[in-house]
């Protein structure tokens, strides 16, 4: 939905393959329903429009390819890039072997390699799914040995393809989102610091609360791992601080992390995207606020029409904040830890961004740390 907006600032209509009947692009761009890891889905959407790109990873990358090939039109960013990004396993290699800073992590084939990687690292330790991971689903802490098995269900399994990975103590979490342009030119958008919970991100700002030369070093270790990745397209790039940085994970799409950039840069994450993608030269991506401040609108287990009140109210004290942007994403069910939309606040410093966002959560009982 925030790509098709971003693309009629530019004269671009977006076409989205998507099962979900009425899903939220559709009331901004055109939907074909069907699956986006159906290959015949796949190959006959392609057939229609000139160029293909993704918004989410856990496509069938294989299929994409093919129908691209079979239509005679590009994809970014390029398969091969998913394929590896998809895999987080695969990605962890790729990365350790470009020499990107990360965790020490291992493939776990057995309850054996479990509790060798325990002795090996300690515990807690986090283990995590290779594939169609988001929002936390995907992970499970290893507390100690005895926890191991309860992991291993949690995440349906040794069949599901599992590595594990020590346990970072971070004191915080960047996020960089970086544009590549099909000449592999870079751009990176500024340094925003992630706040999650339940391994879910619910707040972000920026920027980000470190001095500037930590700043940097985010910066560069974002744009030496999304180098290491041959596609054009935009790019979210999670770090650990531990002080020294680590990199979590890179999505191959504009990021949740990243959404801050619709208000408060000159270019957002979504059109940078869109410019990578199409050839074009990707514009300034640096801030025009002092500061922002994005929050996630989550669903609770309350049920529907508990969820509901709780929305409405917040959305007429988001609304009455001049600064304050509500993106709602027009999801119908409203179920616990499902992302229902989000809002940002852009302000000229910090202290007005997060004054702003005490007057919006205020009866939330919610409080700014
Ligand atoms: P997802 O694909 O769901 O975003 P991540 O692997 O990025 O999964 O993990 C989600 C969150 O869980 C991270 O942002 C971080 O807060 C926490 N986390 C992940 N890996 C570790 C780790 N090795 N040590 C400590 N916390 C972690
Ligand atoms: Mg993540």
């Known amino acids: 939905m925030m790509m098709a907006e971003a693309g009629a600032t530019i ?9 979900t009947p009425s899903c939220p692009a559709s009331s901004v761009a055109e ?4 699956s986006f890891t159906d290959p015949a889905a796949i ?13 989410i990873e856990h496509v069938d990358a294989n299929a994409l390819e093919e129908a691209a090939r079979e239509a005679g039109i590009e994809v970014h960013p390029s398969p091969s890039v998913l394929r590896v990004i998809q895999d987080k396993w695969a990605q962890k290699e790729h990365f350790a072997a470009a020499g990107v800073p990360c965790a020490p992590a291992a493939a776990i084939a057995s309850e054996a390699d479990l509790a060798r990687f325990g002795a ?3 515990y807690p330790f986090m283990l995590k799914a290779r594939r169609l991971a988001y929002d936390g689903r995907g992970n499970a802490v290893v507390s100690d040995p005895a926890g191991a098995a309860a992991a291993l269900s949690a995440l349906g399994g040794l069949g599901q393809g599992l590595y594990a990975e020590a346990w970072v103590p971070f004191r915080a979490e960047l996020a960089v989102m970086v544009a590549q342009g099909r000449d592999g030119a870079l751009r990176a958008f500024p340094v925003t610091q992630t706040l999650h919970r339940d391994s879910i991100c619910v707040v972000t700002e920026t920027p980000a609360l470190i001095d500037p030369g930590l700043a940097r070093e985010a910066e560069r270790v974002a744009l030496a791992a999304v180098a290491s990745l041959p596609g054009a397209g935009v790019y979210g790039v999670e770090m650990f601080v531990t002080p020294r940085l680590l ?13 801050y950039t619709i208000e408060a840069c000159a270019t957002s994450q979504y059109l940078a995207h869109l410019q990578a993608v199409t050839g074009q030269r990707v514009g300034d991506t640096s801030l025009t ?6 929050v996630n609108v989550l669903g609770d287990g309350a049920g529907q029409a508990a969820n509901a009140e709780r929305i409405a ?5 988001a609304a009455a904040e001049p600064r304050c942007a509500l993106h709602w994403y027009g999801k119908a069910e409203f179920k616990a830890k499902r992302k229902l939309g989000h809002f940002t606040i852009v302000a000229d410093d910090r202290r007005e961004a997060r004054a702003a966002l005490e007057r919006v959560l205020a009866d939330f009982g919610v409080g700014v740390e």
């Open 11 to 19: 004269d671009l209509a977006l076409k989205v393959l998507e099962p």
């Open 31 to 34: 939907q074909v329903l069907g």
């Open 43 to 55: 190959r006959e959407f392609a057939k229609s429009v000139d160029l293909l790109t993704v918004e």
């Open 120 to 122: 090996a690292h300690g």
């Open 247 to 259: 990199l979590n994970e890179v999505a191959p799409r504009p990021h949740n992390s990243g959404h």
């Open 289 to 294: 606020a002092g500061a922002a401040i994005m």
């Open 313 to 317: 109210a917040l959305r007429t004290r």
